[in-house]
């Protein structure tokens, strides 16, 4: 099936845009930046229909990354339902961001520079997510966090934009400690890192009703997906984001970056589900992060930071649904959040655009007649993200409500109340 082929074609486009970008006209630069994210796209199309119903996982080996002693690690990627989503949800909401982002950067300098890191986000997203072993997924994991720190801070020549990178790479490095940490500990107690060895390895295992060290493995890999996917107290990189171009904060809240932490918990659901103590620490603090974030949120006055603190809040509801044990309502809030943010930002550029520059809500108002078609997408999108029924957060967010109220009743009404 070749899955190699999914990877090359945005590592592609972001070699040839990076290394002779800045002789290439505008119009070839956009033909490369989003042809390659297109062939990815159709190509996960064409590759999924023919896999369907994806009823087993399906590997491809490459090569013996690393051989040392009992240590045996893979070029290996896998393609099973859950990777599936990802992969439509990273290509085709990626994709859509990419032809926005043509019209978008047009009157910007450093067109080329643009175009090639956001295919090697894309790139990276991809590795992370078609990885079969925890060391590869790492790899991809990193990988997002350079983009976002080159992205974040696209406008280099400005003080804010330094400092936001900064900030978001440090922040991740704090998270990415625990997840190094975590890594460690799986490999001294399961001697590999391949999730299906792994998963082969814990079923037989006793479920830990006390901290043991499965309980810590799984704290600690959260620990990353709290940095990466902004749970609280590791939040606070995320409205800083807003520094680098709309497009950008639509690549990193809606397809990208900041869902890695709820795909991999979703991934080693093996772990969790062995180490109750640590999947109530996942939903507590989700639910926690989701009122808290929202509360934050409604305070703002910059359209980009109210909805920069609205994916903050909407990634701990997806916790709370993965911490509870409905993954698939965790990961189906993760593909809806990732249309409706990504229109959201969108939008928001749209609007930013049109006033020149204006981020401030306080001196917006009256746009309907002036940008018809905006105000009834972004209608749309705040219907979706408000949980109004017959729109698709209505069903994503409903499935995760039905899971606490079945929990814990006191969790059901705050995640209602967050709403």
Request: hydrophobic letters at 55%; a neutral charge.
């Given at each position: 099936?070749?899955?190699?082929?999914?990877?090359?074609?945005?590592?592609?486009?972001?070699?040839?845009?990076?290394?002779?970008?800045?002789?290439?006209?505008?119009?070839?630069?956009?033909?490369?930046?989003?042809?390659?994210?297109?062939?990815?796209?159709?190509?996960?199309?064409?590759?999924?229909?023919?896999?369907?119903?994806?009823?087993?996982?399906?590997?491809?080996?490459?090569?013996?990354?690393?051989?040392?002693?009992?240590?045996?690690?893979?070029?290996?990627?896998?393609?099973?339902?859950?990777?599936?989503?990802?992969?439509?949800?990273?290509?085709?909401?990626?994709?859509?961001?990419?032809?926005?982002?043509?019209?978008?950067?047009?009157?910007?300098?450093?067109?080329?520079?643009?175009?090639?890191?956001?295919?090697?986000?894309?790139?990276?997203?991809?590795?992370?997510?078609?990885?079969?072993?925890?060391?590869?997924?790492?790899?991809?994991?990193?990988?997002?966090?350079?983009?976002?720190?080159?992205?974040?801070?696209?406008?280099?020549?400005?003080?804010?934009?330094?400092?936001?990178?900064?900030?978001?790479?440090?922040?991740?490095?704090?998270?990415?400690?625990?997840?190094?940490?975590?890594?460690?500990?799986?490999?001294?107690?399961?001697?590999?890192?391949?999730?299906?060895?792994?998963?082969?390895?814990?079923?037989?295992?006793?479920?830990?009703?006390?901290?043991?060290?499965?309980?810590?493995?799984?704290?600690?890999?959260?620990?990353?997906?709290?940095?990466?996917?902004?749970?609280?107290p590791l939040y606070v990189w995320l409205p800083d984001a807003m520094a680098g171009p709309t497009p950008v904060s639509a690549l990193i809240h809606a397809a990208t970056m900041v869902t890695a932490?709820?795909?991999?918990?979703?991934?080693?659901?093996?772990?969790?589900?062995?180490?109750?103590?640590?999947?109530?620490?996942?939903?507590?603090?989700?639910?926690?992060?989701?009122?808290?974030?929202?509360?934050?949120?409604?305070?703002?006055?910059?359209?980009?930071?109210?909805?920069?603190?609205?994916?903050?809040?909407?990634?701990?509801?997806?916790?709370?649904?993965?911490?509870?044990?409905?993954?698939?309502?965790?990961?189906?809030?993760?593909?809806?959040?990732?249309?409706?943010?990504?229109?959201?930002?969108?939008?928001?550029?749209?609007?930013?655009?049109?006033?020149?520059?204006?981020?401030?809500?306080r001196h917006m108002g009256g746009l309907r007649k002036f940008m018809p078609v905006t105000f009834i997408t972004l209608g749309i999108a705040s219907?979706?993200?408000?949980?109004?029924?017959?729109?698709?957060?209505?069903?994503?967010?409903?499935?995760?409500?039905?899971?606490?109220?079945?929990?814990?009743?006191?969790?059901?009404?705050?995640?209602?109340?967050?709403?």
């Open positions: 099936m070749n899955l190699w082929l999914i990877l090359i074609f945005p590592l592609a486009g972001f070699l040839l845009n990076g290394l002779l970008g800045k002789r290439l006209p505008k119009s070839v630069v956009s033909l490369i930046g989003v042809g390659s994210v297109a062939a990815s796209f159709l190509y996960v199309v064409a590759l999924l229909s023919k896999l369907y119903p994806l009823n087993t996982a399906y590997s491809e080996h490459y090569f013996t990354w690393i051989q040392s002693g009992f240590l045996q690690v893979g070029f290996d990627l896998t393609v099973d339902r859950l990777t599936a989503v990802m992969l439509l949800v990273v290509t085709g909401v990626g994709l859509l961001i990419h032809i926005y982002s043509i019209g978008y950067m047009g009157p910007e300098g450093g067109y080329y520079r643009f175009f090639s890191y956001f295919n090697l986000f894309v790139f990276f997203m991809l590795l992370l997510v078609l990885a079969s072993n925890l060391l590869l997924m790492f790899v991809g994991w990193e990988g997002v966090g350079l983009c976002s720190y080159l992205l974040i801070g696209f406008y280099f020549l400005e003080e804010f934009a330094g400092n936001a990178a900064n900030k978001a790479f440090i922040v991740n490095r704090i998270g990415d400690f625990g997840f190094s940490l975590g890594m460690f500990l799986v490999i001294v107690v399961f001697k590999t890192f391949d999730f299906g060895k792994i998963a082969a390895a814990v079923s037989p295992m006793p479920v830990e009703m006390r901290v043991g060290t499965l309980t810590a493995i799984t704290l600690l890999l959260f620990v990353g997906a709290a940095g990466k996917s902004a749970q609280f932490g709820v795909y991999m918990v979703a991934r080693v659901a093996f772990l969790y589900d062995h180490a109750p103590l640590a999947m109530h620490v996942v939903a507590v603090i989700g639910l926690f992060t989701a009122i808290f974030a929202a509360s934050i949120g409604i305070t703002q006055n910059d359209i980009k930071r109210v909805f920069a603190y609205s994916t903050v809040s909407q990634l701990g509801y997806m916790f709370l649904g993965v911490g509870l044990g409905a993954y698939s309502a965790g990961i189906f809030h993760l593909m809806t959040h990732a249309f409706f943010k990504a229109l959201l930002f969108l939008g928001a550029g749209s609007v930013i655009h049109g006033l020149s520059g204006e981020q401030d809500l219907l979706a993200i408000s949980g109004f029924p017959g729109f698709s957060g209505f069903f994503s967010k409903d499935a995760i409500l039905s899971a606490a109220y079945a929990h814990a009743p006191w969790m059901f009404w705050i995640g209602a109340f967050t709403a």
